[in-house]
Nanobody, 122 residues
Framework: QVQLVESGGGLVQPGGSLRLSCAAS????????MGWFRQAPGKQRELVAT???????NYADSMKGRVTVSRDNAKKTMYLQMNSLKSEDTAVYYC????????????????WGQGTQVTVSS
C-alpha cells in the first residue's frame, strides 16, 4: 500500500502562485509515475501533469505553460508549482501514483491522495 498526502492548497488571488506538495509513504517501490489531477465543482476530474521516477514529465493542455511538476525521490515527494493562476483553476487538486505510467495517464492510478483545495479569487 501507498499513502499520499497533499499539502499547500489555499486561497490565492488571480495571477498569483502556489506550490502543492504530495508526500508518499508505504510501499514506495510500487510507484513509478506520480501525477496531479484536479476536479472543479460540477466537472469531471482531469489530469494536470505527470512525472516518472526518471523525471519524464507530461502536461495537460489546461495548465501547460503555467505549471511545473517536479519530484524529489529521496524525500518521496512530488511538487506542483502553479503560476499565473486564474479563477477557473479553482478546484480540488489530487495527487496520484502507480507503477504504470499508462494507468496514471488514463486517470485510473492505484493510489490517490485525499485532495487539497485551491481557490483562486480576489
Amino acid at each position: 500500500q501507498v499513502q499520499l498526502v497533499e499539502s499547500g492548497g489555499g486561497l490565492v488571488q488571480p495571477g498569483g502562485s502556489l506550490r502543492l506538495s504530495c508526500a508518499a509513504s508505504g510501499s514506495i517501490f510500487s510507484i513509478n509515475t506520480m501525477g496531479w489531477f484536479r476536479q472543479a465543482p460540477g466537472k469531471q476530474r482531469e489530469l494536470v501533469a505527470t512525472i516518472t521516477s526518471g523525471g519524464s514529465t507530461n502536461y495537460a493542455d489546461s495548465m501547460k505553460g503555467r505549471v511545473t511538476v517536479s519530484r524529489d525521490n529521496a524525500k518521496k515527494t512530488m511538487y506542483l508549482q502553479m503560476n499565473s493562476l486564474k479563477s477557473e483553476d479553482t478546484a480540488v487538486y489530487y495527487c496520484a501514483a502507480d507503477v504504470s505510467q499508462q494507468r496514471v495517464l488514463r486517470g485510473t492510478p492505484a493510489y490517490w491522495g485525499q485532495g487539497t483545495q485551491v481557490t483562486v479569487s480576489s
